[in-house]
């Protein structure tokens, strides 16, 4: 095989086919076979995925195609998502380092926080609570968006805020930016203007039907019981007390949005219609929380 490519395009096409060929499943920042071997070649060539297009007819040397097919044939025989293999992933316009501590980023979210959460949150917030942080991408992302803000970045997992930290100090945020070990709300203190969250939100038909590709993701950071909700009723019914009075909690809960509307029918959600895609992320205020505590008690 060496003997019959040469360039950046005989490599990425080659993988193209041979993702196609092993029917690997994608989501985790591409949605095709030719995007994620872009991204591996790139990744074991060191160069941007953005880089000229004339770099697609540079020829490599030994020594970088047999990295280019290693990258390629873990993501086959190990299912493991391309910002794995990589170590990063990006969000809102920013890098961050990932690996199988935490969930890869790729929430809606992500639009929401580029728009300041217009027209919801009333003042430039003041401080952020990004709960379920994971890599601490929504509350890193937030930080940039809003400069004078405190942001904390909470989790029940400390492998998950280590990694966390690397991107705090990556990004160089440290003096806002901080990470809290927190089972949902217990380990928090004081209120904020924003409560942002990409919790556990998976129900278990789903999460038995996931491809190999998501089981190699945090099952923690998945799953959410019998209908995916076990999480999102907990949180609902304490985030009221960490709002401030102009607050608002977001939070996504992907495809368990249809049974959270079923269940609580009188509570007044307001579904975001996402123009970049992206579905099941709410936004309510601390005096709709406040009203609906009967419903989630």
Not at 12 to 17: E, I
Not at 40 to 63: E, F, G, K, Q, S
Not at 113 to 141: H, K, N, V, Y
Not at 174 to 188: K, N, P
Request: aromatic share 8%.
């Amino acid at each position: 095989m060496l003997t019959q490519l040469h360039t950046v395009r005989d490599f990425v096409r080659w993988g193209a086919s041979y993702f196609g060929e092993a029917n690997i499943w994608f989501g985790h920042g591409t949605d095709n076979a030719w995007d994620e071997a872009v991204v591996l070649v790139c990744a074991a060539l060191h160069l941007p995925v953005d880089n000229n297009p004339n770099i697609l007819d540079a020829r490599l040397t030994d020594v970088e195609k047999l990295r280019v097919l290693e990258l390629l044939e873990r993501r086959v025989s190990e299912r493991l998502p391309a910002p794995y293999i990589t170590g990063e992933a990006w969000f809102a316009g920013l890098k961050f380092k990932v690996d199988e501590r935490v969930l890869v980023p790729r929430s809606p979210v992500a639009e929401l926080i580029e728009q300041d959460f217009m027209p919801w949150l009333a003042d430039e917030p003041e401080r952020i609570l990004d709960l379920c942080t994971g890599s601490g991408c929504i509350g890193i992302a937030c930080a940039y968006q809003f400069p004078e803000a405190s942001v904390d970045l909470s989790d029940i997992s400390q492998d998950a805020l280590a990694v966390a930290e690397l991107n705090i100090a990556a990004h160089q945020v440290s003096e806002r930016v901080r990470t809290l070990l927190s089972d949902g709300f217990e380990g928090i203190e004081g209120r904020y203007d924003l409560i942002v969250s990409n919790p556990p939100y998976v129900d278990d038909g789903d999460l038995a039907a996931m491809p190999e590709e998501y089981r190699r993701e945090p099952a923690m950071a998945l799953a959410s019981g019998a209908d995916g909700l076990d999480f999102t009723r907990l949180a609902l019914a304490q985030a009221a007390e960490y709002l401030t009075e102009t607050g608002i909690l977001v939070m996504e809960v992907g495809n368990s949005w249809v049974t959270l509307a079923e269940t609580y029918p009188d509570i007044p959600f307001t579904w975001l219609e996402l123009e970049r895609g992206g579905h099941g992320v709410f936004v309510l205020t601390r005096a709709e929380l406040e009203a609906a505590q009967e419903q989630l008690g």
